[in-house]
């Protein structure tokens, strides 16, 4: 008889959510929607786009990774993915690279009573151009909402993105 059919099979439990990043722990999965997009500089656009948030179990950080397409076609526009290092006195650090090269530093707050999320680059690497990135994120009702304003040199802080996404 073979012993591996006859043994029990094995009891998992959950995952671990690390403490620091529990007070985040709704913005875990996939989100979908749609968004507008403009600046001084270009003409304005819309997109369909998709976030993810992942986390490993027992580790104080959340995955990133975010795409984007034209609504007509379907093809791609743009990509970035990184790491949200939430801490628990209700900041926030974030790296983020984005697919045309730039770089993002960025450092914020966090509310988990009203899942609100407030970032500002600490440093923008790689951008000749772009000074300066804002992002707003809050959760209402179950969809996510978002804003990045963007600073260039020859443009001051300006809305540029705006989103909202359904969890999937």
């Not at 407030?118 to 300066?132: D, H, Y």
Request: with cysteine.
């Amino acid at each position: 008889m073979d012993a591996e059919k006859n043994s029990p099979t094995p009891v998992t439990s959950p995952p671990v959510i690390h403490p620091a990043v529990a007070p985040l722990s709704f913005l875990l999965g996939t989100w979908r929607g749609q968004g507008e997009g403009g600046f001084p500089t270009i003409h304005s656009f819309s997109y369909g786009e998709e976030l993810f948030f992942s986390h490993s179990p027992n580790k104080p950080v959340i995955g990133y990774t975010q795409k984007t397409w034209k609504l007509s076609s379907g093809e791609p526009m743009h990509g970035e993915s990184g790491y949200w290092r939430p801490k628990p006195d209700g900041t926030m650090e974030v790296v983020i690279a984005q697919s045309n090269g730039l770089v993002e530093v960025q450092k914020g707050t966090y509310s988990f009573e009203e899942n609100v999320i407030q970032l500002q680059s600490e440093m923008v690497g790689n951008a000749s151009k772009v000074k300066e990135i804002r992002r707003s994120f809050k959760v209402v009702d179950g969809v996510l909402c978002y804003e990045v304003q963007m600073a260039t040199n020859t443009v001051s802080l300006q809305p540029h993105l705006k989103a909202t996404l359904k969890k999937l």
